[in-house]
């Protein structure tokens, strides 16, 4: 895995080892945990979360089981960020499971890759442990990591309930801090386009010439604006029949016929000469 890929977002890699309650006896659950991004596809990340488990007499665990990923703020309010549901196959106590590719329950707030985006304040979250009357905000900050909580039980028994596997925390692996930059560069050093809400947009490439004409407005070269601190006032000059979408009011010169032109949203209209003399035919009085 490279660089990039390795360190988007919160990509991890962190084990855990657990003893829990289940079904009144004690399990351990060894599990290790890594982040799968999705590059440049339009895809979902996914987080492989896989271990072993293991009855108390040391024999594995057979069969299918039922597990409930839930990822959570890391502040006081510990919040619900991301819920699913999984059923894997365990074989000699072995399990492995994908999560962003279970079953979305109806108390999961958003998407995976939302869980872990790096900037802004999520509020209105609901589902929350904190003294905050079941509500509560995160304001999210880069070195964040998020809680995860794991619920399992075994299928093989009528009405097992749900036993928990205590929080653990998904971190930053070292690469992960590399790679909050790109060259060097932070994110709010680079150029970029976000809704209100901070939320990226897509947007096409620019182009050579998109450059070269934003290069020439930054240097006040640019043909296509006036500037106030010239000597003149440059027109746009356009032969032929004009600009291909003219609209309202726009004016420009028209080296062919070395006239002036504009637009008045219907027709192109040029603008004539006068001699600077004139003659009246009639005055009335008023």
């Given amino acids: 895995m490279n660089k990039s890929a390795r360190a988007s977002a919160l990509s991890t890699v962190s084990s855990l080892t657990r003893v829990t309650r289940f079904l009144g006896a004690s399990l351990l659950t060894s599990a290790l945990l890594s982040f799968t991004p999705a590059l440049a596809l339009k895809t979902s990340p996914t987080i492989v979360y896989h271990g072993r488990i293991v009855t108390p007499s040391g024999s594995p665990l057979d069969g299918n089981v039922a597990f409930k990923i839930q990822i959570r703020t890391p502040n006081d309010a510990n919040c619900l960020l991301f ?18 590719r279970g ?7 958003m998407d995976l890759e939302k869980v872990f985006k790096l900037k802004g304040k999520l509020e209105n979250l609901q589902n929350c442990e904190g003294n905050d009357e079941n509500v509560g ?97 440059p027109l746009p000059s356009v032969g032929g029949s004009g600009p291909s979408n003219p609209q309202p009011g726009s004016i420009w010169y028209d080296p062919d016929s070395k006239s002036i032109k504009f637009h008045d949203g219907v027709n192109v209209v040029t603008l004539g000469t006068g001699n600077g003399s004139g003659t009246v035919t009639s005055i009335t009085a008023g």
């Fill in 103 to 109: 079953t979305q329950t109806a108390d999961s707030p």
């Fill in 83 to 100: 819920e699913e549901e999984h059923v894997a196959k365990v074989e000699n106590g072995l399990f492995s499971i994908s999560i962003g």
């Fill in 137 to 233: 905000s995160y304001e999210v900050k880069p070195a964040d990591g998020r809680r995860l909580r794991v619920f399992f039980r075994d299928l093989s028994m009528a009405n097992a309930p749900w036993e928990s596997v205590p929080d653990t925390t998904i971190n930053f692996v070292p690469l992960a801090i590399e790679a909050q930059t790109v060259g060097g560069f932070a994110a709010q050093n680079l150029l970029r386009v976000e809704e209100n809400d901070g939320t990226a947009t897509d947007v096409d490439p620019l182009s050579p010439d998109d450059v070269t004409k934003l290069r020439d407005l930054l240097d006040g070269k640019s043909p296509f604006y006036l500037t106030t601190s010239s000597p003149s006032l």
